[in-house]
C-alpha cells in the first residue's frame, strides 16, 4: 500500500501492508502511515512500535523495546551512526488523544491533504516529527556520521508521560551520554526552552451513608469534598491575582484547576465517596509543593473531623503525574545547535507539559522544537501544514549534515 501520496486511504485499524526498506519512503508516506494506527492512549501501541522494528531490522538497524509494566504498551530506542558519546536524541511519543465527541471533517485514522494542510489524527502532536526523522534514516546510514542519531519513541505522554522515565533510564544505561535532546512537539519549528511542570493528583473522601434526611447519621463525601474544591478554587484565585507578566509564560502565574468530578449514587443518600482530580501547573516545583502542602493541610484538617465520627471515614490523595519543568537552565548545547539548523534564534516559553522536563531533570540539554503548531493539537481536523512537514524535513537534513562535519 506503499508508497502513498496525496489522495490515498487507509483504512484505520485494519493491518497496513509492510513497508520494504528498499522503497523511498517520503516523510508525508511515514506520517500516513503512522496516523493510520490508532494510538489512543486508552490503546496499544505495540502494532505502530511492531512496524517500525520490523522497518528497521530489513535496514539492519537494531532497536530496544522498553515495554510498560502491564506488556500492552511499549518505548522503542534505536541509534544510528557510531557509538560514540555526544549523540543527539530525537525525542516523540507515539501515543493521541482520543477523537470521541468531536467533529472531524474526514476519518482522523486516514492522512488526508486539503489545502495545502494533511489532516488526522496525531499528525501534528505528534507523528510529524516523528515521519520526518523516521523518512531520513537511510540518509543517516548512508552518510559518515561522527556522532550518532538517537531515536526515543515514547507511550503515554498524553497521560502523564507515564513512558517516558524507563526510556530515559534505559537510554543512558545502554548508549554513550548524548551531547542533547530535541523533543519535537509542535513549536512551528522555533525553539521553546522553559516550560512548567505538572503535577497530577487524584483525590477521595470515603463518607458514611444515610437518608439525606437524616444527616446526623452520616458523613456525605460530596459535601466534604466541595470544601476542599472550594479551597483549590481560593489558591487558583489567589495566584491569578498576582502575574509574574516577566516570566513570558500565558498565563504569566501558576494554575490549578479541577479536572473531573465524580460522587454519590442518588439524591437522597449522603454520599459514600466523592473522588476528583485535579493539577498543579507551575515553572517552580517550590511553588507547586507549597500549594499541595496548603490543600493537604486541610485534608488532614476534615479528615481527622470525620474519622473523630465514623472510623470508616477518611480522605487520601494520589499523585498521578510530578512531571518537572523545563527550566533552561544547562541547556545552552541543545538552543545553539537547533538555533543553527533552523535557521532562527527565537527563543520561547510554553504553558503545556513536554518531555522535556523529564530529559532536563536526567542532565542532558534539551529543547523543544519540531514541525506544526500545538493550536493544531487534541483539536478535530487537526493537521500540520504541508509547508511545516518540509521544514522539519530540512532539519533532519541539517542534522545529518551537522553530525557528518
Given amino acids: 500500500m506503499l508508497p502513498l501520496r496525496s489522495g490515498y486511504s487507509v483504512v484505520a485499524g485494519q493491518h497496513v501492508a509492510s513497508i520494504s526498506s528498499a522503497d523511498p519512503i517520503t516523510a508525508r508516506d511515514w506520517l500516513a502511515r503512522l496516523v ?48 560514540v558519546a555526544g549523540g543527539v536524541v530525537l525525542s516523540g511519543h507515539t501515543d493521541v488523544v482520543p477523537i470521541d465527541g468531536q467533529a472531524w471533517s474526514s476519518d482522523p485514522w486516514t492522512l488526508t491533504e486539503r489545502d495545502g494542510r494533511l489532516h488526522g489524527r496525531g499528525s501534528a502532536d ?29 507511550y503515554d505522554e498524553e497521560v502523564g508521560l507515564l513512558g517516558a522515565p524507563s526510556l530515559i533510564e534505559t537510554l543512558l544505561a545502554d548508549v554513550p551520554r548524548p551531547a542533547l535532546v530535541v523533543v519535537g512537539e509542535p513549536t512551528g519549528m522555533r525553539i521553546v526552552e522553559r516550560h512548567k511542570g505538572i503535577m497530577g493528583l487524584r483525590t477521595t473522601v470515603l463518607g458514611h451513608e444515610a437518608h439525606s434526611s437524616q444527616t446526623h447519621l452520616g458523613v456525605s463525601a460530596n459535601m466534604v469534598a466541595t470544601r476542599l474544591m472550594a479551597r483549590i478554587v481560593d489558591i487558583a484565585e489567589r495566584l491569578a491575582a498576582a502575574p509574574d ?33 485535579w493539577d498543579i501547573r507551575s515553572a517552580s516545583p517550590v511553588e507547586t509543593r507549597a500549594v499541595f502542602d496548603e490543600v493537604d493541610a486541610l485534608v488532614r484538617e476534615l479528615d481527622a473531623e470525620i474519622r473523630a465520627r465514623f472510623a470508616d471515614c477518611g480522605i487520601a490523595t494520589e499523585i498521578l503525574s510530578d512531571v518537572p519543568p523545563l527550566t533552561g537552565v544547562g541547556n545552552g548545547p541543545a538552543v545553539e545547535l537547533v538555533s543553527r539548523l533552523t535557521g532562527t534564534p527565537v527563543r520561547e516559553v510554553a504553558s503545556y507539559v513536554s518531555e522535556a522536563g523529564l530529559f532536563e531533570r536526567a542532565g542532558l540539554p534539551t529543547v523543544i522544537c519540531g514541525p506544526g503548531w500545538i493550536a493544531q493539537a487534541h483539536q478535530p481536523d487537526e493537521y500540520i501544514a504541508v509547508d511545516q512537514l518540509a521544514a522539519g524535513e530540512a532539519f533532519m537534513d541539517r542534522l545529518v549534515e551537522a553530525l557528518s562535519a
Fill in 36 to 83: 493510520a494506527f490508532d494510538t489512543t492512549s486508552r490503546n496499544s501501541n505495540l502494532v505502530l512500535i511492531e512496524a517500525v522494528e520490523a522497518w528497521l531490522q530489513g535496514l539492519g538497524v537494531r532497536s530496544t523495546r522498553v515495554p510498560g509494566a502491564a506488556g500492552a504498551k511499549a518505548n522503542l530506542l534505536f541509534s544510528i551512526g557510531p557509538d
Fill in 126 to 154: 505528534m507523528k510529524g516529527f516523528i515521519a520526518t526523522g523516521l523518512s531520513r534514516v537511510p540518509a543517516m546510514l548512508a552518510a559518515d556520521l561522527k556522532r550518532p542519531v538517537h531515536f526515543a519513541l515514547s
Fill in 245 to 277: 507578566p516577566a516570566s513570558g509564560f500565558e498565563p504569566p502565574h501558576a494554575t490549578v484547576t479541577i479536572g473531573t468530578v465524580h460522587g454519590g449514587t442518588a439524591p437522597n443518600i449522603l454520599a459514600r465517596e466523592c473522588s476528583f482530580i
